[in-house]
């Protein structure tokens, strides 16, 4: 059973609001990931860390979603002007390296 | 970009009976392929993986997969109404470190 800790569970923010969400991985796993997934189960990728550094991330987190994973402290991704688009179960997982991803329960974020 | 499709959309299966979950891939070269469970305001768990050709058994979970015809099916011996949830099968390309999901199988297992 995964140990990957998610908070909050459910996120409502008004269009233009920061919406901001935390992960805390399991211990020991280097490797962390957060995944959007739609009304409709559909994954989408946004970025990936290992050791605290960017490894990989798409465009779309360039340019309104943040994310960092400081040294003993919990991951966070922030999405600086929320849309409606971007409601969605917001999922962090993380992995000890290759082979299986240990998923979260997610933050549902509604942005109204 | 891989492109993995899962069929069907949604099963109703008996209890007791076998559940059947198929998914087809777009790139042989895929290099892992895994099936994950996911419950209703749950995050996805990982079930079973396989990377070479032909069959593994988990269990009451049998994986077969054939390179060949880009194909991957997951069979649930003996369901039970705890299995009903949205399975999705995921394509792991580790040069790449990708994870691409297909959009899922939901599976209502009838008591």
């Known amino acids: 059973n995964s140990k990957v800790i998610q908070t909050p569970r459910y996120l409502v923010k008004g269009q233009g609001q920061k919406a901001k969400m935390r992960c805390i991985p399991e211990?020991?796993?280097?490797?962390v990931f957060w995944y959007q997934q739609n009304k409709n189960n559909e994954f989408k990728f946004l970025i990936n860390f290992q050791n605290q550094e960017v490894l990989q991330q798409i465009d779309m987190t360039e340019k309104r979603f943040s994310a960092e994973c400081p040294s003993n402290s919990p991951c966070s991704l922030e999405i600086q002007s929320s849309e409606a688009g971007d409601s969605a179960l917001y999922l962090c997982?993380?992995?000890?390296?290759?082979?299986?991803?240990?998923f979260g329960p997610g933050t549902r974020l509604t942005v109204l | 970009q891989e492109k993995v499709q899962q069929s069907p959309e949604s099963l109703i299966v008996p209890e007791g009976a076998m559940s059947s979950l198929n998914c087809t891939f777009s790139?042989?070269?895929?290099?892992s392929i895994w099936w994950y469970q996911q419950h209703p305001g749950k995050g996805p768990e990982a079930l079973i993986?396989?990377?070479?050709?032909g069959n593994k058994k988990e269990g009451r979970l049998t994986v077969y997969l054939n390179r060949a015809s880009l194909h991957v099916s997951l069979h649930i011996r003996d369901s039970q109404p705890s299995d009903s949830a949205v399975y999705l099968c995921a394509v792991m390309n580790y040069n790449q470190g990708k994870l691409i999901f297909g959009q899922g199988t939901k599976l209502s297992i009838k008591p």
């Open positions: 211990k020991g796993h280097p490797v």
């Open positions: 993986s396989i990377f070479s050709n």
């Open positions: 997982a993380s992995s000890p390296g290759q082979g299986a991803r240990y």
């Open positions: 790139n042989s070269a895929s290099q």
